[in-house]
């Protein structure tokens, strides 16, 4: 689907082999000395200074980042990654390039949840680095990990910090056809971290694919328990086998408490509820789906043929979500049209702000027509009214969500359903 910011995953690395250095006594200025043997290119010589160095210097970022780059000609890339996340910290982080330079080595190295830890922390002791942000929300994404990557996008939104790549990631879901290629050789590089293969279970179970997808999360969450994106995909996918004794065991040894607020954690327990032949709970529990994430099809779609199959008598309601997710439907057809033409037509971005502006969210259909209004001119398409409607609903403190006078939007199951 979209191209996002891509990492590359390799380190350039020196020339060829140097002869072993002759032992030596520590200096009393190493960094001098390394610096010296680095002009020289004697990579190993310089080496040899580095403990030195990192010890007389720990909080020197400069003479870090020199020891990292003589690592770099040595092929540590650990070592390099290490370093330059090093320097990053003792400079607080305020170094730009210094801190793409380790994301870049981190990646590189195969340790892609280093690298986010590394601009999660810079972007909380600098929240308006912008251009650190949008980074991290292109790894979280690249890596299949939409639920961290949806808040930094929706931020970076409010700012103003858009264009069409990133309000086409955060409107659809990756395509199963992406190519898994990147993540797949971090994992090649790093086999103790799993976390990556998170993009792959996504796209098998999505293909249909479950038990594929069942053995792969198992390997996720047998080396990352924690790792709490795996672990709703893993409930996921145990729910859509219909495998009721496994999920339960799955359920519990969880902390319920902190999924509460998952979408994902209810769109399982529904599954299951249905399976069991439990209708009412089903709706119960893709009802908080839907409120947990409004933007999902799934819990919507569920409760209309529910409430069919229960002969709910609720018009307002039903009709109220219907138009939600016809609305939803509208939407990623339409942006799955504009970027199949080239992310060019005016009329299409207009088109997606409307919807929008329809379902109550207001910041991302104004970006939306923001940008139609930067696309080649169509006479038939009134963009600039439609933004100025949108302009006119927002203040400094719109949520990202409009619930107030939605039906659809309240967070207990409506009474006629119950």
């Known amino acids: 689907m979209v191209v996002l910011l891509s990492f590359p995953l390799t380190v350039t690395t020196g020339c060829g082999k140097q002869d072993p250095p002759e032992a030596r006594q520590t200096p009393e200025r190493p960094l001098g000395e390394l610096r010296l043997a680095m002009r020289k290119q004697k990579w190993a010589e310089a080496w040899q200074y580095s403990d030195a160095v990192l010890k007389a210097h720990p909080d020197d970022a400069d003479a870090i980042a020199s020891v990292a780059m003589v690592a770099q000609h040595l092929e540590k890339p650990n070592e390099v990654a290490d370093l330059l996340t090093k320097a990053c910290s003792v400079e607080s982080f305020s170094n730009d390039g210094r801190v793409r330079q380790a994301m870049i080595a981190l990646v590189g190295a195969g340790r892609l949840y280093d690298a986010i830890d590394l601009l999660e922390e810079t ?12 980074w991290l929300y292109d790894l979280y994404i690249n890596s299949g990990n939409r639920a961290e990557a949806i808040p930094h996008g929706r931020t970076l939104v409010r700012q103003r910090q858009f264009d069409t790549k990133l309000l086409l990631s955060l409107g659809i879901p990756p395509s199963a056809k992406d190519d898994l290629g990147s993540t797949l050789e971090m994992v090649r590089r790093n086999p103790d971290d799993k976390r990556p293969l998170l993009r792959q279970a996504n796209k098998l179970l999505n293909s249909g694919e479950v038990d594929e997808a069942t053995k792969l999360l198992q390997q996720i969450t047998g080396q990352h328990p924690e790792f709490q994106p795996a672990q709703l995909l893993y409930a996921m996918a145990l729910a859509e086998s ?5 999920y339960e065991q799955w359920l519990s040894k969880q902390d319920t408490s902190s999924l509460d607020t998952k979408a994902e ?4 327990k529904a599954t299951i509820a249905a399976a069991k032949k439990d209708p009412q709970n089903a709706l119960r529990f ?7 994430n409004p933007d999902l099809t799934k819990p919507w779609s569920s409760i209309l043929k529910l409430a069919n199959d229960l002969k709910i008598d609720s018009p307002d309601q039903i009709s109220s979500i219907t138009d939600r997710l016809e609305s939803l439907q509208q939407i990623r057809s339409s942006m799955e049209r504009f970027d199949q033409m080239g ?3 005016r009329r299409l971005a207009t088109d997606i702000a ?5 379902l109550g969210r207001l910041w991302e259909a104004e970006a939306w027509a923001s940008i139609a209004m930067t696309l080649p001119r169509d006479d038939t398409v009134d963009v ?3 933004r100025a409607k949108i302009v006119g609903q927002l203040t400094g403190q719109t949520p990202w969500q409009v619930s107030e006078g ?3 939007l309240q967070s207990e199951l409506p009474i006629e359903f119950q």
Do not use: M
């Open 123 to 134: 972007i909380e002791a600098v929240p308006s680095r912008h251009a650190t942000r949008r």
């Open 242 to 246: 219909g495998d009721i004794d496994a």
């Open 265 to 268: 954690y209810w769109i399982a």
């Open 286 to 292: 893709y009802w908080n789906a839907s409120q947990r």
């Open 343 to 345: 992310s060019i037509s």
């Open 354 to 358: 409307v919807e929008l502006e329809k």
């Open 384 to 386: 600039e009214s439609v």
């Open 406 to 408: 939605r039906p659809d």
